[in-house]
């Protein structure tokens, strides 16, 4: 069945260091691909998306590529500050439904100040 | 924009009772509105979803009886857990997309206790 599958699961970095997600999809009609921070006990929130005509996406520190071809996707932070840390979620579309979204199970990131 | 408010924020029941919990699109029209369960450490689990103006679709395993979703506007919709037991206790969280967009903004979440 489909799937969204994310790694890892727990990232600990030195504040200043790059953070890397990835996450990998088995529909090859996903189209769009979001990435969602969420802190603890808040909601998550949309940092960056990604749609399948481009192959990278910028915004300040945060960026994410795809990789159609091997169905993967990947958030990349760099300079990562103490409040980075969060959980972070990966998603794609389904393929009964491409406006209901798979989330992926979530990255912890802990930047060590 | 795209600020989704969801109430309440927390609350506690007894076993047996009924809780309603409202989401609202605040400064756009949802025409799509998403039920998530979330347990402690887990990742969103959507429950349904609702359009304005028909009826909710369940995902597989989520009981429509139990969970009773309205979307009577292209602002508002409710999840009404009813007769609510110990192991509905989670964290629910609805979202809401406008035609159109593919992107989903989320409310800040309920969270359930029951006793």
Redesign the interface.
Known sequence: GENVEQHPSTLSVQEGDSAVIKCTYSDSASNYFPWYKQELGKRPQLIIDIRSNVGEKKDQRIAVTLNKTAKHFSLHITETQPEDSAVYFCAAPRMDSSYKLIFGSGTRLLVRP | GAV?SQHPSRVICKSGTSVKIECRSLDFQAT?M?WYRQFPK???M?MA?SNEGSKATYEQGVEKDKFLINHASLTLSTLTVTSAHPEDSSFY?CSA?TSGK????????T?LLVL
């Open positions: 989704v799509t998403f887990q990742s969103l959507l979803t969280i997309r593919e992107t989903q903004y989320f409310g800040p979440g969270r």
